[in-house]
T-cell receptor, first 112, second 115 residues
Framework: DAKTTQPTSMDCAEGRAANLPCNHS???????VYWYRQIHSQGPQYIIH???NNETNEMASLIITEDRKSSTLILPHATLRDTAVYYC?????????????FGAGTTVTVRA | GAGVSQSPSNKVTEKGKDVELRCDPI?????LYWYRQSLGQGLEFLIY????????KSGLPSDRFSAERTGGSVSTLTIQRTQQEDSAVYLC?????????????FGPGTRLTVT
């Protein structure tokens, strides 16, 4: 998988939007951008993924630049329960592409 | 519905002892994965089971590690003659079927401490 670069940490205010950046300048044409998060003492949780188009679900929105070299995960109204480590990865989704691998991620702290 | 469950949640063992970690996947999920996460490290793939196919054991770090999945459901990860470097959180995940396009749902993990 291509590598990603994320800030080590960020703080955000409860109730405000949290914008988490990710750089993936070496992404290949058949690789998707995936976001996961891991709340303390829990297993990782899938958030959202996309290929080229922006995506939205009940948890978040994903904005991918036109050149696909970077993306932003948006938590529209951050709550204290959104405090977690957020991982951005790029990966293929073929039948043999089942091994997930995370880096250090971004530690997000939502403050009241 | 019920998610992936793992037991025990915490395990402290002495160096040289064997340990067994259990994973109950989501009912009906045919694919099951074991990973581990060491302090300050990322996620490390260990082993993958899909239906009746031969498991992918390529991530097991040594022959002290083994896993089995009985009846296509519950899985047990066994570590023999534990070493201090085996201390980590062991995570189990399952997905509806195998391959890279199906979401993996993770359990809460078992925190293993080898003293």
């Amino acid at each position: 998988d291509a590598k990603t670069t994320q800030p080590t940490s960020m703080d955000c205010a409860e109730g405000r939007a949290a914008n988490l950046p990710c750089n993936h300048s070496t992404i290949s044409g058949n690789e998707y951008v995936y976001w996961y998060r891991q709340i303390h003492s829990q297993g990782p949780q899938y958030i959202i993924h996309g290929l080229k188009n922006n995506e939205t679900n009940e948890m978040a929105s994903l904005i991918i630049t036109e050149d696909r070299k970077s993306s932003t995960l948006i938590l529209p109204h951050a709550t204290l329960r959104d405090t977690a480590v957020y991982y951005c990865i790029v990966r293929r989704t073929g039948s043999n592409d089942y091994k997930l691998s995370f880096g250090a991620g971004t530690t997000v702290t939502v403050r009241a | 519905g019920a998610g992936v469950s793992q037991s025990p949640s915490n395990k402290v063992t002495e160096k040289g002892k064997d340990v067994e970690l259990r994973c109950d996947p989501i009912s009906g999920h045919t694919a099951l994965y074991w990973y581990r996460q060491s302090l300050g490290q990322g996620l490390e793939f260990l082993i993958y089971f899909q239906g009746n196919s031969a498991p992918d054991k390529s991530g097991l770090p040594s022959d002290r590690f083994s896993a089995e999945r009985t009846g296509g459901s519950v899985s047990t990860l066994t570590i023999q003659r534990t070493q201090q470097e085996d201390s980590a959180v062991y995570l189990c995940a399952s997905s509806a079927t195998g391959g890279g396009s199906y979401e993996q749902y993770f359990g809460p993990g078992t925190r293993l401490t080898v003293t």
